[in-house]
């Protein structure tokens, strides 16, 4: 069974760059056709896709986004990671990495536990 | 602002029957399939149906989903005090390329 852990820095500073890594265990990051996403969520309100990365190491970011955001694959690490630039008080959320179902679907399975992350000074 | 619109809140008591309704459009609902998360407060949201009307192994049968054009309903018959969760819609955008989600709905039971 797929697990997912988000790990990374709980505080960051405005305008700087918020990091995170999403480890997997339990199966390869380079296997099937799947994708890998990373979700937000602010306190109190809805789900919000960041992006996504393929096996492939081809990524799709919400355009909302998309000029701050890096997705990344590191086979050799088995993870996957975020970047999120110029970060600011609204970018305050807890971030989930997500697994896909299966190839073709885009129901979330598998879910990491998330981890809080506070843009403050 | 989500892009799916569900009701902030919703209310049953045991027993009862309770349904959560999710709104979009042509580009999202109207033309893919809707999957549903459960998310208790603190943790994780958990796939509770998928592809409209399909149950993860574990998910009891209590549980449904329908969809008709660019609305989507889930149904939770039986209530019990362990569904009080929030619950989450979501679809595939054609126009954004990429997931969508409703804003969530606080289930309680009374």
């Known amino acids: 069974q797929v697990q997912l852990q988000e790990s990374g820095p709980g505080l960051v500073k405005p305008s700087q760059t918020l990091s995170l890594t999403c480890s997997v265990s339990?199966?390869?990051?380079?296997?099937?056709?799947?994708?890998w996403s990373w979700i937000r969520q602010p306190a109190g309100k809805g789900l919000e896709s960041i992006g996504r990365?393929?096996?492939?190491?081809?990524?799709n970011y919400n355009p909302s986004l998309k000029s701050r955001v890096t997705i990344s694959l590191d086979m050799s690490k088995n993870h996957f990671s975020l970047k999120l630039t110029s970060v600011t008080a609204a970018d305050t959320a807890v971030y989930y990495c997500?697994?896909?179902?299966?190839?073709?679907?885009?129901?979330?399975?598998?879910w990491g536990r998330g981890t809080m992350v506070t843009v403050s000074s | 602002q989500s892009v799916l619109t569900q009701p902030p809140s919703a209310s049953g008591t045991p027993g009862q029957r309770v349904t959560i309704s999710c709104s979009g459009s042509?580009?999202?609902?109207?033309?893919?399939?809707v999957n549903w998360y459960q998310q208790v407060p603190g943790t994780a949201p958990k796939l509770l149906i998928y592809?409209?009307?399909q149950r993860p192994s574990g998910v009891p049968d209590r549980f449904s989903g329908s969809k008709s054009g660019t609305s989507a309903s889930l149904a939770i018959s039986g209530l019990q005090s362990e569904d009080e969760a929030d619950y989450h819609c979501?679809?595939?955008?054609?126009?954004?390329?990429?997931?969508?989600f409703g804003g969530g709905t606080k289930l309680t039971v009374l």
């Open positions: 997500a697994k896909i179902l299966r190839p073709g679907s885009n129901a979330f399975d598998i």
């Open positions: 339990g199966g390869s990051v380079s296997s099937g056709s799947y994708y």
């Open positions: 990365i393929y096996t492939t190491g081809s990524t």
């Open positions: 042509s580009s999202n609902i109207g033309d893919n399939v």
């Open positions: 592809t409209n009307n």
């Open positions: 979501a679809t595939w955008d054609d126009s954004l390329n990429g997931p969508v």
